[in-house]
């Protein structure tokens, strides 16, 4: 039996069930328990006709122009397991086990055309038909995992957001399916969830099943039961009831409460995995308005905090959520791969470290600082929901500096 996918979950809730005309976005990221997720923003670029982009493994032709992104990925590689752009597209993924075996060479990584989806669709939909095309051209495969003893690989799954519609694009190989979504709330993790409501396909997948003889051609084609191994297309989705529970009241704090969940297995804190990342964001249906993209940049949401990000010319770096980059010396990019592991550790995850060991260690103590760690989240979550409902223009110059004086403040309580 192959590995299992690492259990993560993603969300989106439309209005009616979500607040004020509002689409909220999340995620959290279960991945290998020690390794760093860090935030980074790339400005929009233009490129030179020819030029190349080095992803993961593999080179692939650039585009003449890419949209400013933000994005939450393990720091060794080159794409992400979530992000934003610019244009208030918001994209995740899953790692999916199929019955078909995910190739272990190396291609481009499911993480990789989160990114690429990001950089290069102003929309949902151009985003899903750039990752599709994408996996036309190079195919998936490789290692999902920094480690150079065994090569850990999967098929993937995608949730793809804007401001007025969701993608779930379900993938095996270069053979995919997707789903629109309007309304209510959706929840993806780490099995197949598609079934007979496929709104968009690979225009051979159906001939290619026959083909396999995986299905006959006379029952309802229904992706999941096609492609999953036995039955492990059971509907996962713990947080989805809670999210649905809210009547039409998803916020950003609900989407934060159900991420912070361990009782339900939506924040996974397991032996082999945890969730080592995770990220809201708020899409407000009026283009007038901004999206406002929240980040942890840490492990395990319910002792993290979520800092909010805004979109806006010459934002401000943040160095201290970034890992030290090892250039061409990097053991990821040397082959073979990974036959080292730096330290990728930044400087708020260090802080993090620390904060655990209190925790661990002087409940009270650790429980102060959390009450003040959440009371500066409480604050930064008051802050946007006024910049959501004023009436009158964000000055950029307010929010330029956002994202860093959060993580500025949060580092300061751990001093």
């Known amino acids: 039996r192959m590995a299992a996918a690492p259990p993560s979950y993603c969300f989106v809730a439309f209005p009616p069930c979500s607040k004020d005309g509002?689409?909220?976005?999340?995620?959290?990221?279960?991945?290998?328990?020690?390794?760093?997720?860090?935030?980074?923003y790339f400005a929009a670029a233009t490129h030179d006709p020819g030029s190349k982009v080095e992803c993961t493994y593999i080179e692939i032709e650039q585009v003449p122009k890419t949209h400013a992104v933000v994005l939450s990925r393990p720091s060794w590689l080159w794409g992400a397991e979530m992000g934003a752009n610019e244009h208030g597209v918001c994209v995740a993924n899953e790692a999916v086990v199929t019955r078909e075996p995910a190739s272990e060479s190396e291609a481009l990584l499911g993480m990789d055309l989160v990114r690429l989806g990001l950089e290069r669709g102003a929309t949902a939909k151009e985003?899903?038909?750039?990752?599709?095309?994408?996996?036309?051209?190079?195919?998936?495969?490789?290692?999902?995992?920094?480690?150079?003893?065994?090569?850990?690989?999967?098929?993937?799954?995608?949730?793809?957001?804007?401001?007025?519609?969701?993608?779930?694009?379900?993938?095996?190989?270069?053979?995919?399916?997707?789903?629109?979504?309007?309304?209510?709330?959706?929840?993806i993790c780490n099995q197949l969830s598609l079934t007979t409501?496929?709104?968009?396909?690979?225009?051979?997948?159906?001939?290619?099943?026959?083909?396999?003889?995986?299905?006959?051609?006379?029952?309802?084609?229904?992706?999941?039961?096609?492609?999953?191994?036995?039955?492990?297309?059971?509907?996962?989705?713990?947080?989805?009831?809670?999210l649905e529970k809210q009547g039409g009241d998803v916020s950003a704090q609900a989407m934060i409460d159900v991420l912070r969940d361990k009782d339900s297995g939506v924040c996974v804190d397991s032996e082999s995995f945890l969730t080592t990342s995770s990220i809201v964001s708020v899409l407000p249906q009026d283009p007038s308005f901004p999206c406002v993209h929240y980040f942890t940049g840490t492990p395990d949401p319910s002792r993290s905090i979520f800092k909010p990000f805004i979109f806006?010319?010459?934002?401000?770096?943040?160095?201290?959520?970034?890992?030290?980059?090892?250039?061409?010396?990097?053991?990821?990019?040397?082959?073979?791969?990974?036959?080292?592991?730096?330290?990728?550790?930044?400087?708020?995850?260090?802080?993090?470290?620390?904060?655990?060991?209190?925790?661990?260690?002087?409940?009270?103590k650790g429980q102060k600082l959390m009450r003040i760690m959440l009371e500066l989240e409480k604050q930064g979550l008051e802050a946007m929901e006024d910049i959501l409902t004023r009436t009158e223009v964000l000055d950029p110059a307010e929010v330029v500096d956002l994202f860093y004086d959060c993580v500025d403040t949060e580092l300061k309580f751990f001093k």
């Open 22 to 40: 509002l689409v909220v976005f999340g995620k959290n990221s279960a991945r290998p328990r020690d390794e760093v997720q860090e935030v980074v």
């Open 127 to 187: 985003a899903l038909d750039v990752i599709v095309a994408l996996l036309e051209e190079h195919g998936q495969g490789g290692n999902y995992y920094e480690d150079g003893s065994s090569c850990h690989t999967f098929q993937s799954a995608f949730l793809i957001v804007d401001r007025n519609e969701a993608w779930v694009l379900e993938t095996s190989g270069k053979y995919w399916a997707a789903e629109k979504v309007t309304e209510g709330v959706k929840c």
């Open 197 to 242: 409501k496929i709104d968009a396909e690979h225009p051979e997948l159906r001939n290619y099943v026959r083909s396999q003889g995986w299905w006959n051609g006379d029952s309802d084609f229904n992706f999941s039961e096609v492609f999953s191994l036995a039955d492990d297309h059971l509907a996962c989705c713990s947080g989805k009831e809670s």
């Open 312 to 364: 806006v010319d010459d934002v401000k770096l943040v160095p201290k959520v970034q890992s030290p980059s090892f250039g061409n010396d990097d053991p990821a990019k040397k082959i073979p791969r990974f036959q080292e592991k730096p330290d990728r550790r930044h400087e708020l995850y260090k802080a993090h470290e620390w904060a655990r060991s209190l925790l661990e260690n002087d409940q009270d």
